[in-house]
């Protein structure tokens, strides 16, 4: 590199600081811009010798990153070092000890965090891609200008990711999609969110962000000229009560507009509101409360509302703090168009998230509640070891995305929830003792199914027993990541307790087969009845499925020194099951269902997509091939969904031997006062059978009645019916 060039980017470096402070969006002090020179001088030295594969001086990239992190999020002194920091102890010969002394520990903890992200495996395999992120946001505990200096940083990654190879561009921006984008939109970081989901399709689908990108240059002056003549129809009026105020138009990101016409599966065209009109005034926040539904009345007055799009986020804000009033009106030329109102605080809320909630905050209360509950909410999910990574990533990303819910409690207070929610939710929401302990649920005073899906302003009452505890069945109706985790956790506990019960059964057992209870045959059994851990075997002795006579097969073919002999030399498996002491109860997927009632029904496998057991699925029905299973995430999926919503299955792959199955019987006898309380009481009595349904008639004294009842096995099945025989007036108990 000749002199001439290397002062000319030193020049630049030093015109880059000068403007890194001057963008600063909090008011830095002398001590601020003394640590933070510390630290651009510390980075200039550490990556002297570093260039980018565009070929630039590396130090352009931690500059670019803090300011950022300066203008952009808003961030304090302390995370602009850090960010100037942030590859130092990655890519050089500083240390954290280094970085410890020169600017304290709490910029060393945040490169440290940032260090840790970088270090973490790159896999193409999604659960440990979802391990990653669940690790990553393990380290929002220690500080959350971890995540958003990350953020910063992938931000500045993707806007200078031309001089990558393309396979690296489409595996760096669909982590982006996937974990960035939804991080930023639940930290409020909207405007990053949005750069950063247009940039991942820019790279992920090029062609079509290309169109899209056209398409909506070419239609800009339409768009100019429709805010002209809205803005004409209100501004007298607005002028009329005194407001200091500007409208201005807010485009609809081409991610958004890509997303909409996936999944309405309808062109460029024909999505309707590519752009919103945004209406930003001047007031103190006495009084912003008032003028905004001042100009609300104004632009009503001349606009049409749609009362079903009315969103209050300034009586109610969003956990994010965002805050805003949203409207639809019939616009110009009969077309809906959607008015956001918010004063300049508000404003700045939007675009800034937290950090302008610092400068709005009294001086003295610097602690930001709304992100302080997020992040204990978070941490129990985080660290719960029991949850799958990948289950927490999608439901995760599923709590990120969904729109908010405000529902009251009995006292009064304000809940919020992802929409979708139901009882259950709410009730985990309060408190896990509360959700575990979820007996039935009260909405508007009126009884409810625990499926019930909640709206804003519904008044929830949860109904709690000591003996009521969760079922399978809840993993159906809870939507929030925080429900299902806890309802997962519960039923492994359950399921341990059933796997402790069952281990003693089997001793017993074993016992009066003479059999000795030890290592060898436990690793036996296991391999006899093809299953994986020891915990497979009790639990499935302790819900009956493995009973007396499967264990007199399992003895007689032990006795047989001949018949064991051939089956170890013919069998593919290796006598020494590794799995045998894992602490878990496994599922082996061999059954697919459907509907609601679990069905067994005739299906086939799609070629598109191949499913495998154990895969997420639905089925279609077909013209003439029955019923296709194919994968939720097969590339015809969206098509079939959208077309042909009314032929669409639910569907899912069981483990027959921990499945519970329902069956009928009817029962005959001589009518008496009481019976039907007696039958009730036998039934419940055993702990492993569900009523459903009851229906009896009574005819001239005689009797009949049918009971729908959920059971585990046949054992158990047939236990009932020898007991309900005993009881005095049944004369007859069959199974239909």
């Not at 950022?68 to 100037?84: F, H, P, Q």
């Not at 990654?157 to 690296?168: H, I």
């Not at 299953?531 to 097969?553: M, P, Q």
């Not at 069905?599 to 029905?621: Q, R």
Request: overall charge neutral; glycine content about 4%.
């Amino acid at each position: 590199m000749t002199e001439a060039a290397t002062e000319k980017e030193n020049k630049e470096i030093a015109r880059q600081y000068k403007e890194l402070l001057r963008i600063s969006y909090q008011t830095l002090t002398d001590e601020d811009k003394k640590l933070i020179r510390t630290a651009f001088d510390t980075a200039v030295d550490a990556h002297k010798d570093q260039r980018r594969k565009s070929g630039e001086a590396y130090i352009f990239h931690p500059i670019a990153v803090a300011k950022i992190v300066a203008s952009e999020i808003g961030l304090d002194a302390t995370s602009i070092a850090a960010a100037l920091l942030h590859d130092v102890v990655e890519d050089t010969e500083f240390t954290l000890d280094d970085l410890e002394q020169l600017f304290g520990s709490t910029v060393a903890k945040i490169v440290d965090g940032l260090t840790k992200i970088s270090h973490l495996k790159k896999d193409k395999d999604v659960s440990l891609q979802a391990e990653n992120f669940r690790k990553m946001l393990l380290t929002l505990n220690d500080d959350i200008r971890v995540i958003i200096i990350k953020i910063a940083d992938r931000l500045h990654n993707m806007q200078t990711m031309d001089a990558m190879r393309r396979d690296k561009q489409v595996k760096i921006a669909s982590e982006t999609l996937y974990i960035y984008a939804p991080l930023a939109h639940r930290i409020g970081l909207y405007n990053i969110k949005t750069e950063l989901e247009d940039l991942g399709l820019k790279y992920t689908e090029p062609k079509v962000y290309t169109d899209i990108f056209i398409k909506i240059k070419e239609s800009k002056e339409d768009q100019d000229e429709y805010i002209k003549q809205f803005s004409k129809v209100i501004e007298d009026s607005l002028d009329n009560e005194h407001l200091n105020y500007e409208i201005k138009g807010r485009p609809k990101s081409i991610y958004s507009i890509w997303r909409k016409m996936k999944k309405q599966n309808i062109s460029f065209d024909e999505v309707y509101d590519k752009f919103a009109i945004r209406i930003i005034y001047k007031g103190d926040t006495a009084n912003e409360k008032f003028l905004a539904w001042k100009i609300y009345s104004v632009v009503t007055d001349h606009f049409r509302p749609n009362p079903t799009r009315l969103r209050d986020w300034i009586s109610s804000p969003k956990s994010t703090g965002y805050e805003a009033l949203h409207i639809t009106v019939m616009g110009p030329k009969g077309r809906w168009v959607e008015v956001q109102i918010r004063s300049e605080r508000m404003h700045e809320i939007a675009e800034k998230g937290y950090a302008a909630h610092y400068k709005y905050k009294n001086s003295e209360d610097k602690e930001d509640r709304g992100i302080e509950e997020w992040l204990n909410r978070l941490q129990e999910v985080l660290e719960n070891p029991d949850v799958n990574a990948v289950d927490f990533v999608e439901e995760f990303k599923l709590n990120l995305y969904s729109k908010e819910i405000f529902v009251f409690t009995p006292n009064g207070d304000l809940k919020s929830l992802p929409k979708g929610a139901t009882p259950l939710d709410f009730a985990f929401s309060i408190h896990t003792e509360v959700g575990t302990h979820t007996r039935g649920a009260k909405v508007n005073n009126k009884l409810v199914p625990l499926s019930h899906v909640l709206k804003s302003g519904d008044q929830v009452e949860i109904i709690t027993s000591e003996n009521a505890k969760p079922n399978i069945n809840w993993l159906n109706y809870a939507s929030t990541g925080r429900a299902r985790a806890k309802i997962k956790t519960s039923l492994k506990e359950e399921k341990k307790q059933i796997a402790e019960d069952g281990k003693a059964i089997l001793l017993r057992k074993l016992r009066t087969q003479k059999i000795p209870f030890n290592e060898k045959t436990v690793n036996d059994l296991v391999l006899h009845f093809h299953l994986k851990t020891s915990l497979d075997l009790f639990y499935r002795v302790g819900i009956g499925k493995i009973d007396n006579h499967a264990l007199k097969e399992f003895v007689a073919s032990r006795g047989n020194g001949l018949v064991n002999y051939i089956k170890r030399k013919i069998s593919k498996k290796p006598e020494l099951n590794e799995d045998i002491n894992k602490d878990e109860i496994t599922s082996k997927y061999d059954q697919l269902v459907f509907g609601k009632d679990e069905d067994e029904l005739e299906y086939k496998l799609a070629n598109c997509c191949n499913p495998i057991p154990g895969d997420d699925v639905f089925g279609f029905v077909t013209v003439n091939e029955g019923i296709k299973v194919h994968k939720l995430n097969c590339p015809n999926a969206l098509q079939l969904q959208s077309n042909y919503a009314y032929r669409i299955l639910p569907a899912k792959w069981i483990d027959s031997t921990q499945q519970e199955f329902k069956v009928v019987i009817k029962l005959k006898g001589i009518d008496n006062i009481g019976l039907v309380s007696e039958i009730t009481r036998e039934i419940s009595r055993n702990m492993h059978v569900n009523m459903k349904n009851i229906n009896f008639e009574s005819d001239d004294g005689i009797f009949n009645g049918k009971i729908t009842l959920i059971v585990k096995n046949n054992s158990i099945l047939t236990k009932v019916i020898n007991r309900l025989k005993k009881i005095n007036g049944i004369d007859k108990v069959t199974r239909e």
